[in-house]
Every structure is written in structure tokens, then in C-alpha cells.
């Protein structure tokens, strides 16, 4: 799987966006993009994944570019509840490879009112 | 609440004390997995099960022993530990062992090896 590179903190304002990145840029094209995030304390929480395709759901929307080396995870209107570590995983989804989440040291977002 | 559920959530230990983890998932997935989160490092896989068969082993030592007596439940058996095992322990589960499908984590286990 490819490697991702984050930065290792952000600070975001309650209520405002805030825009996590993530750069990939020796992701093959077989390989989606997912984040997951971990509240302190407790598991991992899946958020959202992608190919090429912006994405969106009912927790945050995912930016992938172009090219697809980097990606943009979006956190529409951020709450003090959303202070956790976001992780950027690149991996490649095939029926026969079983699920293996490659983690890296994550950005850790603060969220501040 | 992911439906995934681990006792004990907090657990001290003895370097010679035997105990066991355990994890239930209450999804009607057919894929467990073991995680370890050390202190300031990244989660680290240690065992896969799809339907009750062990389809990874990520190099543990044989100090960690998992066992998988059905689809909804995952233990992990603790022998001999050493005080460096002190960490996180998370289980998680998945529709199927594929790579389509998501992972939902328990809340893990806090290990403290004395």
C-alpha cells in the first residue's frame, strides 16, 4: 500500500470548516483513499473513502485531486467532539485481499471554541 | 456505540499472570481483527480471522495467543507478557475478510504489564 504523509497537528475554530490534507503521491490506481479518525481513548471510526470521485456523507466530504497524490478531507462545520486523531490510509480493495488498515501517525485535529 | 464490545476495558497484569481478552461483535460480521496502539505509535495489526480462520498472523510472538471460537467472538490469551506489551488492545470486525468492507473498532482494552 501506499505511503501517506499528514501533518502531524491543525488547530480548527468551532463552527468553521476544517480542511485536513493528505499527500499520496505514489498511489497506484487500484488504490482508494479512506480516513478514519480516533477520539482519545477510544477505537478507530471509520469516516469516509474514495477512488478518483469527490465524496461526500453525513460526516465529512472527501477532495481527492487530479492526479489523485493528494487528498483533502473536509469537516464541514467542526465541533469540539471532532478533537481526534484523523488518519489518511491508502489501500488497495480487491474481493480476495482481506481488510488490512496500514496506520501512520495521523494528524491530530484540536478543535477550539 | 460501533457494536463492537471488549471486556475487561482495563486490565494490570503480572509478567506471570496468564488473562485473556475478549471481544464480541454484535454486527453479524464474519471478519475479527486484533489491533496493538503502543504509546506514540501507530496502530499495528496483529491477527485476522475470516470465518473463524486465522488468515494473517503479523509476526506476534507466541506470548499472544488469539482464538476465534466463532464468527462473533475473538479472544486474545495473554501468557508471560513483558512489561513492553503495556498498551491499547483493540479488536475490530467487518462484513467479510475482503478489503471492500469497512472495519468497526470496540472501544479496546488498556494493558499495564507490571
Known amino acids: 500500500d501506499a505511503k501517506t504523509t499528514q501533518p502531524p497537528s491543525m488547530d480548527c475554530a468551532e463552527g468553521r470548516a476544517a480542511n485536513l490534507p493528505c499527500n499520496h503521491s505514489?498511489?497506484?490506481?487500484?488504490?482508494?483513499v479512506y480516513w478514519y479518525r480516533q477520539i482519545h481513548s477510544q477505537g478507530p471510526q471509520y469516516i469516509i473513502h474514495g477512488l478518483k470521485n469527490n465524496e461526500t456523507n453525513e460526516m465529512a466530504s472527501l477532495i481527492i485531486t487530479e492526479d489523485r497524490k493528494s487528498s483533502t478531507l473536509i469537516l464541514p462545520h467542526a465541533t469540539l467532539r471532532d478533537t481526534a486523531v484523523y488518519y489518511c490510509i491508502v489501500r488497495v480493495l480487491t474481493t480476495d485481499s482481506w481488510g488490512k488498515l496500514q496506520f501512520g501517525a495521523g494528524t491530530q485535529v484540536v478543535v477550539t471554541p | 456505540e460501533t457494536g463492537v464490545t471488549q471486556t475487561p476495558r482495563h486490565l494490570v497484569m503480572g509478567m506471570t499472570n496468564k488473562k485473556s481478552l475478549k471481544c464480541e461483535q454484535h454486527?453479524?460480521?464474519?471478519?475479527m481483527y486484533w489491533y496493538k496502539q503502543s504509546a506514540k505509535k501507530p496502530l499495528e495489526l496483529m491477527f485476522v480471522?475470516?470465518?473463524?480462520?486465522?488468515?494473517e498472523n503479523n509476526s506476534v510472538p507466541s506470548r499472544f495467543s488469539p482464538e476465534c471460537p466463532n464468527s462473533s467472538h475473538l479472544f486474545l490469551h495473554l501468557h508471560t507478557l513483558q512489561p513492553e506489551d503495556s498498551a491499547l488492545y483493540l479488536c475490530?470486525?467487518?462484513?467479510?475478510?475482503?478489503?471492500?468492507?469497512?472495519?468497526?473498532f470496540g472501544p479496546g482494552t488498556r494493558l499495564t504489564v507490571l
Open positions: 480471522y475470516s470465518l473463524e480462520e486465522r488468515v
Open positions: 475490530a470486525s467487518s462484513l467479510g475478510a475482503s478489503g471492500y468492507n469497512e472495519q468497526f
Open positions: 505514489t498511489i497506484s490506481g487500484n488504490e482508494y
Open positions: 454486527l453479524g460480521h464474519n471478519a
